[in-house]
């Protein structure tokens, strides 16, 4: 059973750069995509961007300016940096399988969530 | 950007009952569909992908339908369980998309 970990602060100061790792266990990060998704307080899910295992990124238009996705295939984990964040970026940030089958896409896997709340 | 617009937002529901949640696309996405469930403080978990295939370990009383732009989440017969939050999301281009979420509540 493939298990993921988000690990990262919970509290980040405006302007700086908020980081995240996902831990995968239980299964290899390699030959799979896997993705990081956001949900402010009380609303809706955001696709931020996903990675290939390769280290081939696909990021939303959104935050791509702001955002790097990582992957290090020797300790089976990928990472998010998102940088010079404001209030808005106050979210639960989760890490997912992205699993692409032939004629399918989907988020199979999930991580338990991270809080990161970005104040002064 | 493809936009997710779900209906209803909301919905209160007895148990037993059959409740259907409908997603529509901005345009055609073939049938790159997926439907997760959310409960409060948990991750969201997929029910549904491809529009009609149902994700192992997830109860038949689950199906999902539709292909292009309209899709439709049906609960056969509710339990209690399956008051949570709902969303569509489609995986046919980039960036992913989510729709608003249907809140489903006990009437």
């Known amino acids: 059973q493939v298990q993921l970990q988000e690990s990262g602060p919970g509290l980040v100061k405006p302007s700086e750069t908020l980081s995240l790792t996902c831990i995968v266990s239980g299964g290899s990060i390699r030959s799979y995509y896997w993705t990081w998704i956001r949900q402010p307080p009380g609303k809706g899910l955001e696709w931020i961007g996903s990675i290939f295992y390769t280290g081939s990124t696909s990021y939303n238009p959104s935050l791509k300016s702001r955002v790097t996705i990582s992957v290090d295939t020797s300790k089976n984990q990928f990472s998010l940096n998102l940088s010079s964040v404001t209030a808005a970026d106050t979210a639960i940030y989760y890490c997912a399988r992205d699993l692409k089958d032939i004629s399918a896409r989907y988020f199979d896997y999930w991580g338990q969530g991270a809080l990161v709340t970005v104040s002064s | 950007d493809i936009q997710m617009t779900q209906s209803p937002s909301s919905l209160s529901a007895s148990v037993g009952d059959r409740v259907t949640i409908t997603c529509r696309a901005s345009q055609s996405i073939n049938s790159y569909l997926n439907w997760y469930q959310q409960k409060p403080g948990k991750a969201p978990n997929l029910l549904i992908y491809a529009a009609s295939s149902l994700q192992s370990g997830v109860p038949s009383r689950f199906s999902g339908s539709g292909s292009g732009t309209d899709f439709t989440l049906t609960i056969s017969s509710l339990q209690p369980e399956d008051f949570a939050t709902y969303y569509c999301?489609?995986?046919?281009?980039?960036?992913?998309?989510f729709g608003q979420g249907t809140r489903l509540e006990i009437k």
């Open positions: 999301q489609q995986s046919y281009s980039l960036p992913r998309t």
